[in-house]
C-alpha cells in the first residue's frame, strides 16, 4: 500500500484527538480489545485481563486476513476465537507492519 504511511498518521491523530495522546502499539491493542468486548468494569482489569484484551484484539485484527475466526462468547461475555493457520511472519517489523495495517481498517 503506497498510501499506509499517510493512513497510518492519519489513525494515530484520529487516537490523539480522543485520547491526547498517542498510544503505542499496546495501548492500541488495549483499546481495541475493551471496544471489542463491549463492556467496562466495575473495576481495574487485572493484568491477566489486559492480556487477554490484547489478545482479543489481535484476533480481531487478523480475522481480517483470515488468521483467524470469531467462534462466540463465553458465559462471562468475553469473545472467543479459533486459530485458522499460523502466522507466516518471519520478523517483528513485518508482523507490527501487518497489525498496523489491520488497525487502519479497524478504525476506517
Known sequence: MEDFEQR???T???LEERFGKV???EGILFLIGVNELGKLPRKKF???QKQDL???AVCTLLCQRGYYEYVGRDADNWPHFNELKHMD???IGEQERMLKECMVRYFE
Open 89 to 91: 511472519l518471519t520478523g
Open 54 to 56: 490484547m489478545h482479543i
Open 12 to 14: 494515530e491523530k484520529i
Open 23 to 25: 498510544p503505542d502499539i
Open 8 to 10: 497510518w498518521a492519519d
Open 46 to 48: 487485572s493484568k491477566e
